[in-house]
């Protein structure tokens, strides 16, 4: 298990996508790229609430500031920022990550979950 106290930044954008409806996207900095994983209902705040999730295509780190219209393809839509900050890793493996969130909205430790068809993120503290 893989473990840093270096910070990274994050995004969760708040999208109302045409075809896939109204979803969260968390964007975590990671080797010059941004993992993605869309959530169909905001990231939880607080403990005890769990989302599923899928893991999307990684994007550009331009992404950590983007806020407006997504005029053509599967994401056309409104984008928003509904949180931002940075993290830190506190455990990383292939099907297992737990983070330490310090946003505004999101702050404290999060795990996700990998399983056979997405993924699980909640809060532990």
């Given at each position: 298990?893989k473990?840093?106290?270096?910070?990274?930044?994050?995004?969760?954008?708040?999208?109302?996508?045409k075809?896939?409806?109204?979803?969260?996207?968390?964007?975590?900095?990671?080797d010059?790229v941004?993992?993605?994983?869309?959530?169909?209902?905001?990231?939880p705040?607080?403990?005890?609430?769990?989302?599923?999730?899928?893991?999307?295509?990684?994007?550009?780190?331009?992404?950590l500031?983007?806020e407006?219209k997504?005029?053509?393809?599967?994401?056309?839509?409104?984008?928003?920022?509904?949180?931002k900050?940075t993290?830190?890793v506190i455990?990383?493996?292939?099907?297992?990550?737990?983070?330490?969130?310090?946003?505004?909205k999101?702050?404290?430790?999060?795990?996700?979950?990998?399983?056979?068809n997405g993924?699980?993120?909640?809060?532990?503290?």
């Open positions: 298990m473990m840093t106290r270096e910070k990274y930044r994050f995004v969760v954008h708040e999208h109302k996508a075809r896939a409806g109204l979803h969260y996207d968390l964007r975590l900095e990671k010059g941004l993992m993605d994983w869309a959530f169909r209902k905001e990231i705040l607080n403990v005890g609430t769990k989302r599923f999730g899928v893991k999307q295509s990684n994007h550009s780190l331009v992404w500031s983007f407006g997504i005029e053509d393809g599967y994401g056309a839509g409104e984008m928003t920022i509904w949180d900050g993290y830190e455990e990383e493996s292939e099907h297992h990550m737990k983070f330490r969130f310090n946003g505004s999101m702050n404290g430790e999060y795990v996700l979950v990998k399983f056979k993924w699980l993120i909640f809060k532990t503290r």
